[in-house]
């Protein structure tokens, strides 16, 4: 069994430490609505989620992971969806059974920890503390707290900087390829929940170091 023996945790919040979808969804529909279209449904947006607002929307616009978007339409749709999500962040969102155990098990563990998201600042924010897992955290990056997000590896590169810890004693807690893809590039080791949001890909062909199904079960590996 592999055992993990970082300084620093870095982990992501949707389909990480938090479902973000039910919210996600139903401001999703509510533009479709408002744009004169048909709603999407919840099982369709859980396979778009994890590379920030903007694509988003732009997925729900298109019906496409990758489709070209029409710029009006966007210009239209976008600052809808904003308000939307303002009022709606952590209406119906929820942590996933085992994530407050594992917060408690990492803190009680001395490891320093910390929050990366692509989701911007102005939803993060609210989230975690509404969720009350804010002050777990010794710094929350976002998605538009730096010049760039993930997959690139600078947010990681950035929180192991702030609390002058060397990257190959950090580890990332994450649920997608894009997380892989970071951490990588950072010399980050990455643990992968099985449940998060990988559009629909099972992450472990990503290759990540370990997946576990629960936080809870850090124990057995930190």
């Not at 969804?25 to 994890?50: N, S």
């Not at 308000?83 to 119906?92: G, I």
Request: glycine share 8%; aromatic share 8%.
């Amino acid at each position: 069994m592999k055992k993990f023996n970082p300084k620093l945790i870095m982990i992501d919040v949707d389909g990480t430490l938090v479902d973000s979808v039910p919210d996600l969804a139903y401001c999703v529909d509510e533009l479709m609505v408002l744009m004169g279209r048909e709603k999407w449904g919840e099982a369709k947006v859980r396979h778009w989620v994890g590379n920030g607002v903007p694509k988003l929307v732009e997925r729900s616009l298109t019906g496409e992971l990758e489709g070209t978007v029409d710029k009006s339409d966007f210009d239209k749709a976008y600052p809808i969806f904003l308000e939307l999500y303002a009022e709606n962040t952590s209406e119906r969102s929820s942590l996933y059974d085992g994530v407050r155990e594992g917060l408690d098990y990492m803190k009680s563990e001395g490891y320093t920890l910390g929050c990366v998201t692509n989701k911007a600042e102005q939803f993060t924010l609210p989230i975690l503390r509404d969720l009350g897992i804010f002050n777990d955290f010794g710094i929350v990056i976002s998605g538009d707290t730096l010049e760039k997000k993930k997959p690139d590896p600078l947010p990681l590169l950035h929180a192991a900087k702030h609390f002058g810890i060397d990257p190959k004693d950090s580890l990332m807690l994450g649920d997608s390829i894009s997380d892989v893809k970071a951490s990588r590039a950072a010399g980050f080791e990455i643990i992968c929940m099985s449940y998060g949001y990988n559009h629909g890909d099972d992450i472990r062909d990503a290759n990540p170091d370990l997946v576990i199904d629960s936080m809870a079960e850090l124990k057995d590996y930190l």
